[in-house]
């Protein structure tokens, strides 16, 4: 069994829709930084999976949850990133 936080699956899966969408820079510190700012600003959302069972991330209110903040945090890495 392991712990997951579904709100940060989500986070990590939208950053890889958006981050093309949105010409923001791909690298690990700006992926990361958006990551971080959208997941502080998130409450965490904890289930208990089995060990390799894949988590369903179609909780449809917790991705739109996740989509606004993320795309919030991804005007904020754009416009002062930490490079």
């Not at 950053?15 to 949105?22: F, K």
């Not at 958006?34 to 289930?47: K, S």
């Amino acid at each position: 069994m392991r712990l997951v936080n579904v709100m940060e699956l989500l986070v990590f899966e939208i950053i890889d829709e958006l981050i093309e969408q949105n010409n923001v820079c791909n690298c690990t510190r700006c992926r990361l930084d958006i990551a971080a700012i959208a997941l502080n600003n998130l409450p965490p959302t904890y289930v208990v999976t089995a060990e390799g069972e894949s988590v369903k991330s179609s909780l449809a209110q917790y991705r739109i949850d996740a989509l606004q903040m993320v795309n919030r945090a991804v005007k904020i890495v754009k416009k002062s990133p930490h490079h």
